[in-house]
T-cell receptor, first 110, second 116 residues
Framework: EDKVVQSPLSLVVHEGDTVTLNCSYEVTNFRSLLWYKQEKKAPTFLFMLTSSGIEKKSGRLSSILDKKELFSILNITATQTGDSAVYLCAVEAVAGDMRFGAGTRLTVKP | NAGVTQTPKFQVLKTGQSMTLQCAQDMNHNSMYWYRQDPGMGLRLIYYSASEGTTDKGEVPNGYNVSRLNKREFSLRLESAAPSQTSVYFC???????????????FGPGTRLLVL
């Protein structure tokens, strides 16, 4: 059965810390892996990864995919209180269906 | 562009009642999705429509039906609501999955449903 597992489930850090969020998956006919940030309402898109070893970057956030070991990490450097959110990992199959992990709740304290 | 819109924002139903959640997108996306989100369980795919005229079951389709009315609209119907369907429902849309095309999924604001 397809599954996406995120770890840790929750994380509390202080401003300025660097965090690494993990996402492992088992999905038939993998197409892509996506990261989202969810604050109070709908998730917002961060990254889409399709190829191993190519780092995607956006400001202080970066992500990389390992298709051999079936995982991805999301790094956030120099965290700020505005980074506090639930970070969701999702894997898309070739057929088009999406499977989400349970999310990692990140709390950044001043 | 309004992006992805959903109605209603909030609904209370009694067990056994039926209702339809509406979703529309104005980005000319081919693919549309319905998810439910429950505490501690992330988002779970109910149904999706890869393109106009097609619908497929996701992870948790039981108790739901969908209609892809046209390219813009994708509705979710609960024929006989149950308390287990209390959840937040999100609609999403994305560009058609094709080759190396960048595919970003946009979410609507969500519908909070309470079934008593």
């Amino acid at each position: 059965e397809d599954k996406v597992v995120q770890s840790p489930l929750s994380l509390v850090v202080h401003e300025g810390d660097t965090v690494t969020l993990n996402c492992s998956y088992e999905v038939t006919n993998f197409r892509s892996l996506l990261w989202y940030k969810q604050e109070k309402k709908a998730p917002t898109f961060l990254f889409m990864l399709t190829s191993s070893g190519i780092e995607k970057k956006s400001g202080r956030l970066s992500s990389i995919l390992d298709k051999k070991e079936l995982f991805s990490i999301l790094n956030i450097t120099a965290t700020q209180t505005g980074d506090s959110a639930v970070y969701l990992c999702a894997v898309e199959a070739v057929a088009g269906d999406m499977r989400f992990g349970a999310g990692t709740r990140l709390t950044v304290k001043p | 562009n309004a992006g992805v819109t959903q109605t209603p924002k909030f609904q209370v139903l009694k067990t056994g009642q039926s209702m339809t959640l509406q979703c529309a997108q104005d980005m000319n996306h081919n693919s549309m999705y319905w998810y439910r989100q429950d505490p501690g369980m992330g988002l779970r795919l109910i149904y999706y429509s890869a393109s106009e005229g097609t619908t497929d079951k996701g992870e948790v389709p039981n108790g739901y039906n969908v209609s892809r009315l046209n390219k813009r609209e994708f509705s979710l119907r609960l024929e006989s609501a149950a308390p287990s369907q209390t959840s937040v429902y999100f609609c999403a849309s994305s560009e058609y999955p094709s080759g190396r095309a960048r595919k970003t999924q946009y979410f609507g604001p969500g519908t909070r449903l309470l079934v008593l």
